[in-house]
């Protein structure tokens, strides 16, 4: 069964990177018909699409956030990496990465998240 850990610095400060990994295992980051997204919810806010990238390695990213924002994938460690550059106190949630078989969901398998705190 694919089980996702999401890993990575909980606090960061303002204007600096924001790296943080999702390991999968039991599956691959490469098998047919799988998308690997980014998923954040601030506090009291609902869940935010992020970005995401598809076995074939394409990115797609939310708009607002496509100049700070890369995701790539490591196929040798079976990491998902999401880099958010330029931070604020704005991108402050619990970050999460889910796997599925379409772009735009259902996600199939969820990680349990990580919070982020942006500040100085």
């Known amino acids: 069964q694919v089980q996702l850990q999401e890993s990575g610095p909980g606090l960061v400060k303002p204007s600096q990177t924001l790296s943080l990994t999702c390991t999968v295992s039991?599956?691959?980051?490469?098998?047919?018909?799988?998308?690997w997204t980014w998923i954040r919810q601030p506090p009291g806010k609902g869940l935010e699409w992020v970005g995401a990238i598809s076995y074939a390695g394409s990115t797609y990213y939310r708009p607002a956030l496509k100049s700070r924002t890369s995701i790539s994938r490591d196929t040798s460690k079976n990491h998902v990496t999401l880099q958010l550059t330029s931070v604020t106190p704005e991108d402050t949630a619990a970050y999460f990465c889910a796997g599925s078989y379409h772009l735009e969901g259902p996600y199939d398998y969820w990680g349990q998240g990580t919070q982020v705190t942006v500040s100085s």
């Open positions: 039991g599956g691959s980051v490469t098998p047919n018909l799988h998308y």
